[in-house]
T-cell receptor, first 113, second 114 residues
Framework: SQKIEQNSEALNIQEGKTATLTCNYTNYSPAYLQWYRQDPGRGPVFLLL?????KEKRKERLKVTFDTTLKQSLFHITASQPADSATYLC????????????FGQGTELSVKP | EAQVTQNPRYLITVTGKKLTVTCSQNMNHEYMSWYRQDPGLGLRQIYY???????DKGDVPEGYKVSRKEKRNFPLILESPSPNQTSLYFC?????????????FGEGSRLTVL
């Protein structure tokens, strides 16, 4: 069956540390993988998109990797801040479904001062 | 300001009473979509539209209708709401119609059906 799995448990880290969130997928053929941030009661906000032929993408303190062999994407926030606390969603475009965007359930990140 | 606007943001209704959730975007995007978000199930696509007068079913279309008469508007219609449609609904738009690029989401509409 097709699955997108993110860390099911909330991630708690100390301010200043690097947060690493995982997104694993099964039986999809993504051409792209995207990461979104969602604050409580708000709509998701796009952060980064990485293509299947890209290994790594960076934007300020954010870094995303995409390994199509492992079927995994890692999302890193360096020098984390309490303001980074939110739920982070990964989403992939499935080539076999006309590029439709499919979301994971999200990982809740809490950064403590 | 570029945005996707949904109304109402909160609604409590009763089983069987037709309702419409409006969605409007001011970015001239071709692609629009509706999602529902439920605990443990994540975001699931209800319907999407690649362009005016073109709509398609997503993963959970049962009990919903949509229309796309104008590029900027994409209302979600619940003809006869039931309690299992209690959820948080998001409208989203994108400038891409093929392999989707980034989605711009509205603030959400929290619907409770009693």
């Amino acid at each position: 069956s097709q699955k997108i799995e993110q860390n099911s448990e909330a991630l708690n880290i100390q301010e200043g540390k690097t947060a690493t969130l995982t997104c694993n997928y099964t039986n999809y053929s993504p051409a792209y993988l995207q990461w979104y941030r969602q604050d409580p009661g708000r709509g998701p906000v796009f952060l980064l998109l990485i293509r299947e032929n890209e290994k790594e993408k960076r934007k300020e303190r954010l870094k995303v990797t995409f390994d199509t062999t492992l079927k995994q994407s890692l999302f890193h926030i360096t020098a984390s801040q309490p303001a980074d606390s939110a739920t982070y969603l990964c989403a992939l475009n499935d080539d076999n479904q006309g590029g439709k965007l499919i979301f994971g359930q999200g990982t809740e990140l809490s950064v403590k001062p | 300001e570029a945005q996707v606007t949904q109304n109402p943001r909160y609604l409590i209704t009763v089983t069987g009473k037709k309702l419409t959730v409006t969605c409007s975007q001011n970015m001239n995007h071709e692609y629009m979509s509706w999602y529902r978000q439920d605990p443990g199930l994540g975001l699931r696509q209800i319907y999407y539209s690649m362009n005016v007068e073109v709509t398609d079913k997503g993963d959970v279309p049962e009990g919903y209708k949509v229309s796309r008469k104008e590029k900027r508007n994409f209302p979600l219609i619940l003809e006869s709401p039931s309690p299992n449609q209690t959820s948080l609904y998001f409208c989203a738009s994108s400038p891409y119609t093929g392999v989707a690029g980034e989605l711009f989401f509205g603030e959400g509409s929290r619907l409770t059906v009693l």
